[in-house]
């Protein structure tokens, strides 16, 4: 069973502009960590965010934060002021009591 | 600051033959994972290494085998090639045991192509 939903394959926005990327998770332990990473064409996975799930509060950095839902298995990225570097796939994962797992992954375009 | 090495970039084999690919995770981190990334797929775990040791086990195919060495480099093994082992294989270490509220550093793949 598939333990990070990504549920949208692909999106796109306006550079300047916002966007969300929306991600769940399935876990029953009570502690764990969340992450986004960040592949662009040159193939490279690179951290974007993270979260530890007992921290209420929503981690921010720079342009990227993230909309962290415990109750509702939620963990979706929010990207401001999008920029053309920021074109790539965009991967949610997830690590509990196993090694890390991720999301299929949402295909982010920023068009000039 | 230095990153994970994986060696080679690009690696082209031959059905049934034989291929092994390198990490070296960032100095002091003691975790290693594998990882393989299909076309236009999420990485799949593979195997992960702490202190020396396999620490879990994913979705390995029984002709594969990986190990941790001394200075804490890893290397995969893959036996007996088949077309659907083309794929990007990533290396990803951690500071600390699966990363915890770190998550992973990974390497810049190798591209494996089965031919």
């Known amino acids: 069973a598939q333990t990070v939903t990504q549920s949208q394959p692909e999106m796109s926005v306006q550079e300047a502009e916002t966007v969300t990327l929306s991600c769940t998770y399935d876990?029953?332990?009570?502690?764990?960590?969340l992450f986004w990473y960040k592949q662009p064409p040159s193939r490279q996975m690179i951290l974007v965010i993270r979260?530890?799930?007992?921290?209420?509060q929503n981690a921010t950095e720079n342009r990227f934060s993230v909309n962290f839902q415990k109750a509702a298995k939620s963990f979706s990225l929010k990207i401001s002021d999008s920029q053309l570097g920021d074109t790539a796939m965009y991967f949610c994962?997830?690590?509990?009591?196993?090694?890390?797992?991720f999301g299929a992954g949402t295909r982010l375009t920023v068009k000039p | 600051a230095a990153g994970v090495i994986q060696s080679p970039r690009h690696l082209i084999k031959e059905k049934r033959e034989t291929a092994t690919l390198k990490c070296y995770p960032i100095?002091?981190?003691?975790?290693v994972y594998w990882y393989q990334q299909g076309p236009g797929q999420d990485p799949q775990f593979l195997i992960s290494?702490?202190?020396?040791?396999?620490?879990d086990k994913g979705s390995i195919p029984d002709r594969f085998s990986a190990q941790q060495f001394s200075d804490y480099h890893s290397e995969l093994n893959m036996s007996s090639l088949e077309l659907g082992d083309s794929a990007l294989y990533f290396c990803?270490?951690?500071?600390?045991?699966?990363?915890?509220?770190?998550?992973?550093?990974f390497g810049s793949g190798t591209r494996l192509t089965v031919v």
């Open positions: 990803a270490s951690s500071q600390n045991f699966r990363g915890q509220g770190y998550g992973y550093t």
């Open positions: 876990t029953s332990e009570n502690n764990y960590y």
């Open positions: 979260q530890e799930a007992y921290k209420q």
């Open positions: 994962a997830f690590i509990d009591n196993n090694d890390m797992r």
């Open positions: 100095p002091r981190h003691d975790t």
């Open positions: 290494f702490y202190e020396k040791m396999q620490s």
